[in-house]
């Protein structure tokens, strides 16, 4: 059985980078043709795909994310991280991984593995 499970900070200052990491189990993140995601959902907002990391490491990032956003991976402890630089109070919401043979997909039940979830919040 595939478990995701985030981890990271709840509280980050506006204009630091906030950062989260995606531990995954029963699974390996470099399985052909699966893809690594993160996803967002602000309060009273609708989901946001923010970007993927793919099985051979190739990485995909939102448009309106791309100046700000990395994920990277460490294959070898099979988690993937997210790094969202000079942050808001907009980027307050709850931070999901995923994990699938699809990406780009705002939804998290598109995907066949998620993690719980993580709230982050941007304040001072």
């Not at 059985?1 to 995954?24: A, D, F, I, W, Y």
């Not at 994310?65 to 993937?80: E, G």
């Amino acid at each position: 059985q595939v478990q995701l499970q985030e981890s990271g900070p709840g509280l980050v200052k506006p204009s630091q980078t906030l950062s989260l990491t995606c531990t995954v189990s029963g699974g390996s993140i470099t399985t052909n043709y699966y893809y690594s995601t993160w996803i967002r959902q602000p309060p009273g907002k609708g989901m946001e795909w923010m970007g993927s990391i793919d099985y051979s490491g190739s990485t995909y990032y939102s448009p309106s994310l791309k100046s700000r956003i990395s994920i990277s991976r460490d294959t070898s402890k099979n988690q993937f991280t997210l790094q969202l630089s000079s942050v808001t109070p907009e980027d307050t919401a709850v931070y999901t991984c995923v994990r699938g043979r699809t990406f780009g997909v705002a939804s998290i039940y598109a995907y066949e593995h998620r993690g719980q979830g993580t709230q982050v919040t941007v304040s001072s």
